[in-house]
């Protein structure tokens, strides 16, 4: 699987950006799908995640209630829509495919393909 990471740029605080990530490859409906996010100096950490069939979703506590995630299996596509954005969430946006289990999905060791990533810049 390979994973194209699009949609970022520079914003200000408030605005909203929606994130594409595009994968090749006919399995990408058997993956879970993750967004995880670097800011500089910082240890990658998870955003969101949807699972392989779109029922269950997760996010992370700094998100949960202005990012929603979401997949189009049709056409090996998964979103990120982040609204009201902050200055702290300024960094370099991954999407991410993995097949493990729940306890792992959180982390980077639980997916195995990766996108280029995409920088999201939030000014104050």
């Known amino acids: 699987v390979q994973l194209q990471a699009s949609g970022g740029g520079m914003v200000q605080a408030g605005d909203s950006l929606r994130l594409a990530c595009v994968a090749s490859?006919?399995?990408?409906?058997?993956?879970?799908m993750g967004w995880f996010r670097q800011a500089p100096g910082k240890e990658r950490e998870f955003v969101a995640l949807v699972t392989w069939d779109g029922v269950t979703v997760d996010y992370a506590d700094s998100v949960k209630g202005r990012f929603t995630i979401s997949r189009d299996n049709a056409k090996n596509t998964v979103h990120l829509q982040m609204n009201s954005l902050k200055p702290e969430d300024t960094a370099v946006f991954y999407c991410?495919?993995?097949?493990?289990?729940?306890?792992?999905?959180?982390?980077?060791?639980?997916?195995?393909?990766w996108g280029q990533g995409t920088l999201v810049t939030v000014s104050s």
């Open positions: 991410a495919a993995g097949k493990a289990g729940y306890m792992f999905r959180r982390y980077p060791r639980g997916y195995e393909y």
């Open positions: 490859g006919r399995a990408f409906s058997s993956y879970h």
